[in-house]
Structures are given as C-alpha cells and as structure tokens.
T-cell receptor
Framework: DGGITQSPKYLFRKEGQNVTLSCEQNLNHDAMYWYRQDPGQGLRLIYYSQIVNDFQKGDIAEGYSVSREKKESFPLTVTSAQKNPTAFYLC????????????FGPGTRLTVL | GENVEQHPSTLSVQEGDSAVIKCTYSDSASNYFPWYKQELGKRPQLIIDIRSNVGEKKDQRIAVTLNKTAKHFSLHITETQPEDSAVYFCAASGKYGNKLVFGAGTILRVKS
C-alpha cells in the first residue's frame, strides 16, 4: 500500500475539541503533505513540509496546525478554530530529489458531532 | 497562484467507448501534470503523468496530451471498462516544484 499510513480511519469529534490525525511513512520521503477533500471538490492543500522541522501553509491552513519532528511523521491537528472540520483528510509524501509524484495514505474521515 | 480547472464534472460512457477529460492551468511555469484515479472511499492513485518537455504519453489504454501554449492537458481512456468507473483528478505543479494544485475532479461512469 505504498508505505504511507494514516490513523484512525474514522474519527468523531465534539465541537470545541482539538483532534490529531496521524500520518506515518516508511518510504524515506523528504516531503509530506496534508489535503482536505470535500464532496464535489478537489483536494485542497492544508500544510506541507519539505524537510524535518520546517513546514509551510497551504491554501486552507486556518484552524489547523502541524509538526514535523521526524522525517517519518507529519501529524495534523484540527483545532476548535476550524469552523467546518467535517471532511476526508488525506496525507501524502514524495521524494523531492527524484520525482514530483505524491503517494497518498488511505485517509481519515473526520466527523464533528 | 496556480489555478486548475477540470471538465466535465461528470461523464457517462458506454463500455468500449473512449472518454476524454480536459484540464486547463494558469501558471505557465508549471512543469508537471499528473492524473489520479480515486475509487469510492479509497486513496487517490497516480495513473499517468507528463512533464512539460513532452507533448504526449501513453500507457496501454491511457494517454495524456499536453499543450503548453494553450495551457491545457487532457486524459484519454480508450476501450473503457466498468472498472474504469471512478473519480479522476488532474493536477499541476505550482511555481515551487512539488506543491500540486488539483482540479475539482470528474466522475466517470462506464455503463455495461
């Protein structure tokens, strides 16, 4: 399955709670990405990181935070400031030195109750 | 920044017919154009990609064409089969390499 995993597969959150989505890869990729997918829309970039201890905002970063303390891991926190967090979240990684191809994880479906 | 538009949003074809999905992009500096297939509830998977130094690329029943002057690229699927039914996304690399901008997707239905 490409060596990139996400957990949990399904996540339920009450309004006002922060939640953290896990993304791990064993592909030795330098770059990692978080996307949000809503019905009828493409993938929108939340945050990305091209190297450990560095990350940049994507197009819809408000209400989200990330960290990149290890090459293999890029967790995403959905904070209470994100007004409409219910969505399908996809993590991806790529080897920036050789190709632009991004490999995706299986996704986490977050539902706010 | 980069903007990618994708058409049509839905496409129904009869099994065995061809399907064509078109995308346009805005940033002339973009140089990498992948196509992803996503089945219901699954992760997107790369099916074909093309770089700006190539005008066409084929892989069995799938081909992609690129017109840099007009800033558009297209996915062609020949001899469609029911298992081709899925959502297809085009994307373009922005000015800074690996950051991809995606189109809104096309739902392809192949009727048997």
């Amino acid at each position: 399955d490409g060596g990139i995993t996400q957990s949990p597969k399904y996540l339920f959150r009450k309004e006002g709670q922060n939640v953290t989505l896990s993304c791990e890869q064993n592909l030795n990729h330098d770059a990692m990405y978080w996307y949000r997918q809503d019905p009828g829309q493409g993938l929108r970039l939340i945050y990305y990181s091209q190297i450990v201890n560095d990350f940049q905002k994507g197009d819809i970063a408000e209400g989200y935070s990330v960290s990149r303390e290890k090459k293999e891991s890029f967790p995403l926190t959905v904070t209470s400031a994100q007004k409409n967090p219910t969505a399908f979240y996809l993590c991806a990684s790529s080897n920036v030195a050789t190709t632009n191809e991004q490999f995706f994880g299986p996704g986490t479906r977050l539902t706010v109750l | 920044g980069e903007n990618v538009e994708q058409h049509p949003s839905t496409l129904s074809v009869q099994e065995g017919d061809s399907a064509v999905i078109k995308c346009t992009y805005s940033d002339s500096a973009s140089n990498y154009f992948p196509w992803y297939k996503q089945e219901l509830g699954k992760r997107p998977q790369l099916i074909i990609d093309i770089r700006s130094n190539v005008g066409e690329k084929k892989d069995q029943r799938i081909a992609v064409t690129l017109n840099k002057t007009a800033k558009h690229f297209s996915l062609h699927i020949t001899e469609t089969q029911p298992e081709d039914s899925a959502v297809y996304f085009c994307a373009a690399s922005g000015k800074y390499g690996n950051k991809l901008v995606f189109g809104a997707g096309t739902i392809l239905r192949v009727k048997s």
